[in-house]
């Protein structure tokens, strides 16, 4: 098995070494400054109303009550929105504060600002609305053809891929319909943040977020300001996994400031976090594979149906994602795919990790092993004759031109050992703690599934990112845009500057917006986009100190593994004494090369790269209580190039007990448009408890062409193949036909 010391073991210094992050310490013991954390002389607290009803009309708000409690200094509806009311991430289609309509239960009516949380609370209380009920649609399959209930319609988008023949046929097809329900990306950290006023009318906003840049564009149109006069700057973030993407208390932060003219604070409870943030798409997928009696697939037939909720967010990407890599990581030379994204008043719902991909390798990667148990075709034989390879074309026509070693993540994975019998233990068995389940009731499984993923933005968005590299006496200061959500890339800062310069003490300035974007930290794109902003800012240095000191010495030199070396080899100056006593300052833009939107056809170059991942999990089932314990999971995947071997493997067991909460525990139970369970005690994340060993059988390492250090983005792989890999085993050990996750213990005890 690979070790992260066996991957440290080879590398001197800077990339490659499994150094640790510097705020490591700091959020293990409690130190660390959150969002939540942040205070302000003569602050006011802020709190939200929000519909109880998923389709409503607001017929009339009565805050007179709530206004005359001591302590409230201001209560804002949607009359008091300065510019726009309306916000969104792909475009504005959700109102700041609810005018007439509400489209959502947990939809933003009024905003209070108090003195203290309580009194804000009891103004909360004692403001009085009165609604029209509607009903509310909340099939996704039926908001289709259903009257509209936005004014741009039900339908988000609606995608048709078309490629090769659609009069092919196979020898034999394989039908299936599945379902994945509603996950949410449940961090640790609620939303929270502040907003602080000047007096010439401009609002400085803290804020727990993924891109800083987007979040200003959008609160400006809202407040009607110019951009430099609404500054925001990062605040400690607790996770955030693509709910952080959407603005949720941006602009009501900021509207009650400006209002009172003094500091406001807001922090959402559980419940209200719930409510405040986008979700995974619940999905309803069916799908046609046809193939021939060898295993090679000849053509996929599928349609896709993604609930985004009341309002856009991302839906339109997050569909265009689900569509494009439908097929999984394989060879498939016919294919037609329709797809919809639909409005329904459920709850919004937008990026998380995997981003569509989720949804569609479940069920393709459950189509595969039916394939299998058809032809008796060993389950990883057959995707292995399937396997995309460098060359290949995905089914939108695309070329994969980088590396694409799928064969080489199934094959290592498959070589790995596999785990010995349970411990004659009952706490090692499916009801663990409970002490349940009867040994002689347990049925091991095993499961198989692989994933493809497609890192960064697509479908011609301008990606950038912008870094400076600063440097003042051989003293190195970096500053970009990039949010720090947990991931690690401030620990990134330091080895990239560490490897170019040689300068190890490098200050690390906190993000804000008083540089250019450096687009979200999603999509897996960051490494690859705002690491090389930074490798770029670094390089620029160096290149100008080269400058220097060939215009001193009247002597050429060249850099050689970070030093500056003279081309008669008279001199040797390594790069950090170099930069003592004097200043640079670069600031670079970094970009990819570009993508392009997908045609009516759904054919066209929309993606950057593609990741892969490999996963197996081994599962004890009780078929009479229907309990699950996941045993192991182990794991290959194709990384690039590993430049931090300890957070690789950090970002990979994460992302894998994610995909086992999808799998077995995580769901928001949704009743006629009404979330059930927005409380961590009934929904059901993974604890330590229900966290298997996890085995990482091989880091493929294949530099990917034109990623800076042939690095991939390593983070949502894990998550999307861990999910049908353990319901896989689930199916091995039972028998059933599983095809919804979660999988719940009704499906496995009563099926």
């Known amino acids: 098995m690979t070790t992260v010391e066996s991957y440290a073991a080879e590398t001197k210094s800077g990339i490659g070494i499994s150094a640790q992050r510097p705020d490591a310490v700091p959020k293990a013991t409690g130190e660390f400054p959150f969002s939540s954390d942040?205070?302000?002389?003569?602050?006011?607290?802020?709190?939200?109303?929000?519909?109880?009803?998923?389709?409503?009309?607001?017929?009339?708000?009565?805050?007179?009550?709530?206004?005359?409690?001591?302590?409230?200094?201001?209560?804002?509806?949607?009359?008091?929105?300065?510019?726009?009311?309306?916000?969104?991430?792909?475009?504005?289609?959700?109102?700041?504060?609810?005018?007439?309509?509400?489209?959502?239960?947990?939809?933003?009516?009024?905003?209070?600002?108090?003195?203290?949380?309580?009194?804000?609370?009891?103004?909360?209380?004692?403001?009085?609305?009165?609604?029209?009920?509607?009903?509310?649609?909340?099939?996704?399959?039926?908001?289709?053809?259903?009257?509209?209930?936005?004014?741009?319609?039900?339908?988000?988008?609606?995608?048709?891929?078309?490629?090769?023949?659609?009069?092919?046929?196979?020898?034999?097809?394989?039908?299936?319909?599945?379902?994945?329900?509603?996950?949410?990306?449940?961090?640790?950290?609620?939303?929270?943040?502040?907003?602080?006023?000047?007096?010439?009318?401009?609002?400085?906003?803290?804020?727990?977020?993924?891109?800083?840049?987007?979040?200003?564009?959008?609160?400006?149109?809202?407040?009607?300001?110019?951009?430099?006069?609404?500054?925001?700057?990062?605040?400690?973030?607790?996770?955030?996994?693509?709910?952080?993407?959407?603005?949720?208390?941006?602009?009501?932060?900021?509207?009650?400031?400006?209002?009172?003219?003094?500091?406001?604070?807001?922090?959402?409870?559980?419940?209200?976090?719930?409510?405040?943030?986008?979700?995974?798409?619940?999905?309803?997928?069916?799908?046609?594979?046809?193939?021939?009696?060898?295993?090679?697939?000849?053509?996929?037939?599928?349609?896709?149906?993604?609930?985004?909720?009341?309002?856009?967010?991302?839906?339109?990407?997050?569909?265009?994602?689900?569509?494009?890599?439908?097929?999984?990581?394989?060879?498939?030379?016919?294919?037609?795919?329709?797809?919809?994204?639909?409005?329904?008043?459920?709850?919004?719902?937008?990026?998380?990790?995997?981003?569509?991909?989720?949804?569609?390798?479940?069920?393709?990667?459950?189509?595969?092993?039916?394939?299998?148990?058809?032809?008796?075709?060993?389950?990883?034989?057959?995707?292995?004759?399937?396997?995309?390879?460098?060359?290949?074309?995905?089914?939108?026509?695309?070329?994969?031109?980088?590396?694409?070693?799928?064969?080489?993540?199934?094959?290592?994975?498959?070589?790995?050992?596999?785990?010995?019998?349970?411990?004659?233990?009952?706490?090692?068995?499916?009801?663990?703690?409970?002490?349940?389940?009867?040994?002689?009731?347990?049925?091991?499984?095993?499961?198989?599934?692989?994933?493809?993923?497609?890192?960064?933005?697509?479908?011609?968005?301008?990606?950038?990112?912008?870094?400076?590299?600063?440097?003042?006496?051989?003293?190195?200061?970096?500053?970009?845009a990039c949010v720090e959500v947990g991931q690690g890339f401030v620990t990134l800062i330091h080895q990239i500057a560490e490897d170019v310069l040689g300068v190890s003490d490098i200050e690390v300035i906190p993000a804000d917006t008083s540089i250019g974007s450096a687009g979200s930290t999603s999509a897996s794109r960051q490494t690859w986009m705002s690491g090389g902003a930074v490798l770029k800012a670094c390089e620029a240095v160096v290149e100008n100190l080269i400058n220097q000191v060939t215009e001193e010495d009247g002597i050429h030199y060249e850099n050689l593994a970070g030093t500056l070396v003279a081309e008669d080899g008279s001199k040797t100056i390594p790069i950090a004494d170099a930069l003592i006593g004097r200043s640079f300052e670069e600031k670079v833009v970094h970009r990819h090369a570009p993508t392009f939107p997908l045609d009516n056809k759904g054919q066209g170059d929309a993606h950057v790269s593609f990741a892969f991942a490999a996963h197996r999990a081994v599962v004890d089932v009780d078929e009479e209580l229907g309990l699950v314990r996941v045993m192991e999971i182990a794991t290959s995947q194709d990384v690039g190039r590993v430049l931090n071997p300890l957070q690789a493997v950090g970002q990979i067991e994460g992302g894998i007990v994610q995909g086992l909460g999808l799998a077995v525990l995580e769901e928001l139970v949704i009743n006629n448009g009404v979330i059930q369970n927005a409380n961590f005690t009934d929904y059901l994340l993974p604890t330590a408890l229900d966290t298997p060993p996890i085995e990482i059988a091989a880091l493929i390492e294949e530099p990917e062409p034109g990623a800076p250090f042939g690095a991939k983005g390593i983070g949502e792989p894990p998550t999307i193949s861990s999910t049908p890999a353990i319901v896989a085993a689930i199916r091995d050990a039972t028998g059933l036909d599983l095809c919804r996750v979660p999988v719940r213990p009704e499906d496995i005890a009563l099926s």
């Open 38 to 480: 942040l205070c302000s002389q003569n602050m006011l607290w802020g709190k939200t109303l929000r519909s109880p009803y998923p389709s409503a009309r607001i017929r009339n708000i009565d805050f007179s009550d709530a206004l005359s409690i001591s302590g409230v200094h201001a209560i804002l509806t949607a009359d008091d929105v300065p510019g726009k009311n309306l916000f969104g991430l792909d475009h504005p289609d959700q109102p700041v504060l609810a005018e007439d309509d509400v489209r959502y239960a947990g939809e933003p009516i009024a905003l209070v600002a108090a003195e203290h949380p309580e009194i804000a609370e009891k103004a909360i209380a004692a403001i009085k609305v009165e609604f029209e009920i509607l009903t509310p649609l909340v099939d996704g399959e039926d908001a289709i053809t259903a009257d509209p209930i936005h004014p741009e319609g039900n339908v988000i988008r609606h995608l048709q891929i078309d490629f090769g023949n659609p009069e092919a046929d196979g020898e034999i097809v394989i039908e299936g319909t599945y379902e994945v329900g509603m996950q949410d990306q449940a961090f640790m950290g609620p939303e929270s943040g502040m907003a602080v006023p000047s007096p010439d009318g401009s609002v400085d906003l803290h804020i727990s977020t993924q891109w800083l840049h987007s979040d200003r564009d959008q609160i400006v149109e809202a407040l009607d300001l110019p951009e430099d006069m609404v500054r925001l700057t990062l605040a400690g973030v607790g996770g955030a996994f693509g709910g952080r993407e959407d603005v949720s208390m941006h602009v009501h932060l900021c509207m009650l400031a400006l209002h009172t003219g003094r500091p406001v604070k807001m922090v959402y409870d559980r419940n209200e976090s719930f409510l405040g943030h986008v979700h995974r798409h619940p999905a309803k997928i069916w799908y046609r594979h046809h193939a021939n009696t060898d295993g090679r697939l000849v053509k996929v037939e599928a349609k896709i149906i993604l609930d985004g909720g009341a309002y856009a967010s991302t839906t339109s990407a997050v569909l265009a994602n689900a569509c494009c890599f439908s097929t999984g990581p394989y060879k498939v030379p016919n294919a037609q795919i329709e797809g919809w994204g639909v409005r329904t008043n459920n709850p919004p719902c937008g990026a998380m990790r995997g981003f569509g991909n989720v949804q569609t390798c479940f069920a393709v990667e459950a189509q595969m092993d039916k394939i299998a148990s058809t032809l008796d075709i060993d389950p990883v034989e057959l995707r292995l004759r399937n396997a995309l390879e460098t060359g290949d074309k995905i089914i939108t026509g695309q070329t994969i031109k980088g590396a694409a070693p799928v064969k080489e993540v199934i094959t290592s994975l498959t070589n790995h050992p596999m785990p010995g019998p349970a411990a004659d233990d009952p706490l090692a068995r499916p009801g663990g703690t409970g002490r349940t389940t009867d040994q002689s009731h347990i049925k091991r499984g095993v499961g198989f599934a692989v994933s493809i993923k497609n890192l960064m933005f697509a479908e011609g968005f301008d990606d950038s990112s912008e870094a400076l590299c600063k440097i003042n006496d051989g003293a190195v200061s970096i500053h970009t």
